[in-house]
């Protein structure tokens, strides 16, 4: 249950059922600053196109642990590509790791109504049923500034949770500052994303985007993408300073999830924002736009462009293509020497 958003973005991103004997397509590397990569990479046993099974992750971790003689921040295989295959992310928590301190965790005995929790469990069911048939989970409608999926099922859940959230807001805000239980703040913070849009729910979601929990991180920064990319008039501005500096946290998901924000954030090409990623993260979201999977680093090319000046149209039609990333970077270094 913990998992519901996790699960539903997933589903919106992969095409392809997982394949039942997956590959590694790629092992990708992020907070890698000070190592050798290519010396690394090396020196694995486990390589691109090796079978992955449930036992990959941890062979892998125990390698790294044995070549760098520390623990790797994350090792995460990632489900799925177009063929069903995993892409493994390898985080190091290098010098290039990120300034963000996380908010205390709360220890409040603040919990939900039980009616709400019922309520995401059938959707949480809802979501993997409509998964398994290939019922078109592959795009949502975020003009109304929540998600509504084009499942039937599920897009009635959705509107259910939409109804509970225009009537029990404060609830749903105090539980997601206050309780110490992290499934129901990961609960309370995604229904805040279907409620009433207000400078106040933009704070909430803010703030919940520094939740010790990685779930309520990522239910929080994806309903904030979905404000940025849909058609309502935003009550207050997503402050971006928080996720620019996300780009270079020590987890896979908050640098992805943060990735997706500001590329949204950036389409109207602020100066200051631009500026503001340039100065403080350029380093690393240059390490995701080189990921191998083009549906992962896309975004992270996207916001490279820019910072470079690019032309729009080419941007969007080039940063499916790796190649582009260093097109970027020459734009941006002779932009600088003007």
Same mark, same amino acid.
């Given at each position: 249950m913990?998992t ?22 790629a092992?990708?590397?992020?907070a ?24 990959t ?11 760098l ?10 489900c799925?590509?177009?063929?069903g ?30 009616d ?9 069911? +809802?979501?993997?049923?409509a998964? &398994?048939?290939?019922?078109?989970l592959v &795009? ?7 998600p ?6 599920v ?32 609960? +309370? ?6 409620g ?16 010790p ?10 309903? @904030? ?6 058609q ?18 020590g ?8 990735v ?7 389409e ?13 993260? @350029?380093?690393? @979201? ?7 999977w ?36 020459? &734009? ?7």
């Amino acid at each position: 249950m913990s998992t519901f958003v996790s699960r539903l973005v997933a589903s919106l991103l992969s095409v392809a059922a997982c394949a039942a004997q997956p590959t590694i397509r790629a092992i990708d590397f992020f907070a890698y600053a000070d190592v050798d990569i290519d010396g690394l990479r090396n020196n694995l046993t486990i390589r691109p196109g090796d079978p992955w099974t449930s036992e990959t992750d941890q062979l892998l971790r125990s390698e790294l642990e044995e070549l760098l003689g520390r623990s790797p921040s994350e090792v995460t295989a990632v489900c799925c590509d177009e063929d069903g295959n995993r892409i493994v992310y390898i985080g190091l928590a290098g010098s290039s790791g990120s300034r963000i301190r996380l908010n205390p965790q709360p220890t409040g005995f603040l919990e939900l109504d039980a009616d709400l929790v019922i309520l995401y469990d059938r959707f949480d069911e +809802a979501v993997r049923q409509a998964v &398994s048939r290939g019922d078109g989970l592959v &795009s949502e409608d975020r003009s109304l500034g929540y998600p509504l999926s084009h499942d039937a099922e599920v897009r009635g859940l959705q509107q259910r949770i939409r109804e509970y959230a225009l009537s029990n807001s404060s609830l749903l805000f105090a539980v997601s500052r206050k309780s110490s239980n992290a499934l129901h703040r990961g609960i +309370a913070i995604d229904a805040i994303g279907y409620g009433l849009h207000s400078a106040d729910q933009i704070a909430a979601l803010t703030h919940s985007a520094l939740d010790p929990d990685p779930t309520v991180r990522n239910n929080a920064i994806r309903a @904030l993408s979905v404000l940025a990319s849909s058609q309502v008039e935003l009550q207050a501005p997503i402050p971006y300073a928080v996720f620019v500096d996300l780009l270079a946290y020590g987890l896979r998901q908050d640098r992805s999830k943060s990735v997706a924000l500001l590329s949204d954030l950036t389409e109207g090409r602020d100066p200051s924002l631009l500026e503001a990623i340039f100065q403080r993260a @350029l380093a690393p @979201l240059v390490e995701c736009a080189r990921w191998s999977w083009s549906g992962h680093a896309y975004d992270a090319r996207i916001i490279l462009g820019r910072i470079g000046g690019l032309d729009e149209g080419i941007v969007l039609a080039e940063a499916w293509n790796s190649a582009f990333v260093d097109v970027a970077l020459d &734009s941006i270094q002779r932009s600088r020497a003007q």
